[in-house]
């Protein structure tokens, strides 16, 4: 059973940064295509970026492009999201999910990942 695990989440002000890790276990990690997606009070849970298995190949929502960065370290089961610029519209709790499918057709939807984080918490003040 594949566990995910996330940490870095916090409050910050607008503008500043944070940086989100995500550490796996019980599966063959480097396999795996790797994405955040992120819930806010209200809404439904939506795609930030996935990183595909091979070759860091990398996709991101219309809404962080150019502001969040996600990398993937295979020698440490870990996967990584960089967030810089932020707003407090990025409030929200960030999910980390891992699909066996290593290079999704439709990353940006719930259905396509098996394996869920239990999230963690990123508030942005004004």
């Known amino acids: 059973q594949v566990q995910l695990v996330e940490s870095g989440g916090g409050l910050v002000q607008a503008g500043g940064s944070l940086r989100l890790s995500c550490a796996a276990s019980g599966g063959t990690f480097s396999t795996y295509a790797m994405a955040w997606f992120r819930q806010a009070p209200g809404k439904e849970r939506e795609f930030v970026s996935v990183i595909r298995w091979r070759g860091g190949v990398t996709s991101y929502a219309d809404s962080v492009k150019g502001r969040f960065t996600i990398s993937r370290d295979n020698a440490k089961n870990t996967v990584y999201l960089q967030m810089s610029s932020l707003k407090p519209d990025d409030t929200a709790v960030y999910y980390c999910?891992?699909?066996?499918?290593?290079?999704?057709?439709?990353?940006?939807?719930?259905?396509?990942?098996?394996?869920w984080g239990q999230g963690t918490q990123v508030t942005v003040s004004s």
């Open positions: 999910a891992a699909s066996r499918y290593g290079s999704p057709t439709m990353y940006s939807g719930t259905s396509s990942y098996h394996y």
